[in-house]
């Protein structure tokens, strides 16, 4: 088994003795020591792994890098798939959830409540949109994670210059609610097509990341918000992500954008649940019910 990690963290610690518990032999492996060799039995060559293929890949992170690394890193996972090896989550997931255009196009594609989106490339075009849309707008950056980097946009002068924005203004209506002082939203975790762990994050501002400074609590079990995050899962085409939701002002759930490689310290925090474990023996009941792929066997 690879675990394909950009750092050897917490997370993936904690996974390689998950693994190990479940009697898996599991290594951790960066996709930028992962090299292509046209003349290797497979086309690739793996560290610890040598020309021949693990059983399945474990995505834990993703390397940073210049866009021809992210591109190569990506190409990897891809041709791991097309070799026949299970990976989890694949690599057109990680493009749906990376790239926040793509998630909020599927979403809408497949009919789950979401903000209205809108993605454009000149700060005439953003500033045309919050005209139009009359209300405050959410600017988020498109390849971004953990709460960083948002803006809450209620005048044209909140709109930064192009060059701030990377090129690209992506704009989510604003649909957060000030209740009893607090705003709050959900972190749902699906695992294998269903809901597994699930809490309600809260902050004094609207900005509701754990890694933010928002407080998680653990919540009852809600068969709307559990729903609407598997739909999601399914949209993006993950095995495992986290969701983000929370209910408008009016109380209608929605989903805010999924993970594809979530972290979950403060869903342990919140919920006491072992997120390793759960995540490994779902990988691995799915390798039992998989077929091994005649280049899996050939290795």
């Not at 904690?14 to 930028?32: R, T, Y």
């Not at 924005?165 to 002082?181: M, N, P, W």
């Amino acid at each position: 088994m690879a675990l394909v990690t950009a750092t050897l963290d917490r997370h993936a610690r904690d996974l390689l003795k998950a693994f190990a518990a479940q009697g898996a032999e599991a290594h951790a492996v960066e996709l930028a020591e992962i090299g292509f060799d046209s003349e290797a039995r497979h086309g690739l060559v793996l560290p610890q792994f040598g020309e021949d293929l693990p059983d399945a890949v474990c995505l834990r992170t993703l390397d940073a890098g210049s866009f021809e690394q992210v591109t190569r890193r990506l190409g990897i996972l891809h041709a791991l798939e097309r070799l026949g090896v299970p990976v989890s989550n694949g690599p057109r997931a990680v493009e749906n959830c990376v790239d926040k255009s793509m998630t909020s196009f599927l979403l809408a594609r497949a009919g789950v409540p979401s903000p209205r989106s809108f993605v454009v490339e000149t700060r005439q075009e953003a500033a045309a949109i919050l005209k139009r849309e009359g209300g405050p707008l959410v600017l988020k950056p498109l390849f971004g994670a953990q709460g960083k980097g948002l803006a809450l946009i209620e005048r044209e002068a909140d709109l930064p210059e192009p060059a701030a924005a990377a090129g690209v203004y992506y704009l989510q209506r604003f649909a957060g609610a000030l209740r009893d002082g607090r705003f709050s939203d959900y972190r749902h975790l699906v695992s294998a097509g269903r809901v597994v762990a699930a809490m309600r994050r809260e902050a004094p501002g609207w900005i509701t990341n754990i890694k933010q400074g928002a407080t998680g609590h653990p919540i009852a079990p809600d068969a709307e918000l559990d729903a609407l995050a598997a739909a999601a899962a399914r949209a993006v085409g993950a095995d495992f992500c986290g969701v983000d939701l929370l209910r408008d002002p009016d109380g209608r759930a929605q989903v805010i954008e999924v993970n594809s490689m979530p972290a979950w310290t403060g869903l342990e925090q919140a919920t006491g649940l072992d997120i390793p474990a759960i995540r490994v023996r779902d990988l691995l009941a799915r390798l039992e019910t998989t077929a091994p792929s005649a280049a899996i066997a050939a290795a």
